[in-house]
């Protein structure tokens, strides 16, 4: 017979466990926008313990982002850094959205000068931009696109035109 008290405190252990490995994962920060981090943008999507090793589940913005590579070792990195065997899969079904930023994610663009993308990814106006992109500075939705291509593929630059200010856009995908 096994004593259930025992059961329960294995089980509370890997949980523990578990909640220590996502905590070392979802810290790290992306390295091309480092004031958010991996679980902020929703890429990290899962950490699972299988037989003592620490299986971080990521997902890229998009499958030719330049910093997919520097994201996953960083994140095996850290892993490794707090104790665990760790191993990355990369997970590219169902595609990663900008719906998975989360509410502080998108706070946290804001607050460093990216408006956040909207939280309509699969709408026809999402995908063709037909929206102003939101001033992160001033809060106006009267912005002008200036350029496809911000600092990085996944953003765009434009232009306030009530307060005037410049701004990259995190673009809706």
Same mark, same amino acid.
């Given at each position: ?11 509370? *252990? ?13 810290? %790290? ?5 480092? %004031? ?10 899962? %950490? ?6 620490? %299986? ?26 707090? *104790? ?28 460093? *000068? ?35 291509? *911000? ?23």
């Amino acid at each position: 017979m096994v004593d259930s008290s025992l059961s329960t405190q294995h089980k509370s *252990g890997e949980e523990l466990t578990q909640a220590r490995a996502w905590a070392a994962a979802a810290a %790290v920060p992306d390295p091309e926008i480092p %004031v958010v981090t991996v679980a902020d943008l929703g890429i990290l999507r899962a %950490v699972e313990l299988s037989d003592g090793v620490a %299986v971080a589940k990521v997902s890229p913005t998009y499958t030719g982002c330049p910093a997919v590579l520097a994201i996953e070792m960083a994140i095996e990195a850290a892993l490794r850094e707090a *104790g665990f065997d760790a191993r990355i899969e990369r997970v590219i079904a169902p595609a990663w959205s900008t719906d998975w930023i989360t509410d502080e994610g998108r706070e946290k663009l804001r607050a460093y *000068g990216i408006a956040p993308p909207a939280k309509t990814s699969s709408s026809k106006r999402a995908l063709f931009d037909v929206e102003p992109a939101a001033c992160p500075r001033c809060n106006s939705q009267n912005s002008e696109r200036l350029s496809e291509f *911000g600092a990085t593929p996944c953003k765009a630059m434009y232009r306030c035109l009530d307060c005037r200010e410049p701004f990259e856009a995190f673009k809706c995908l």
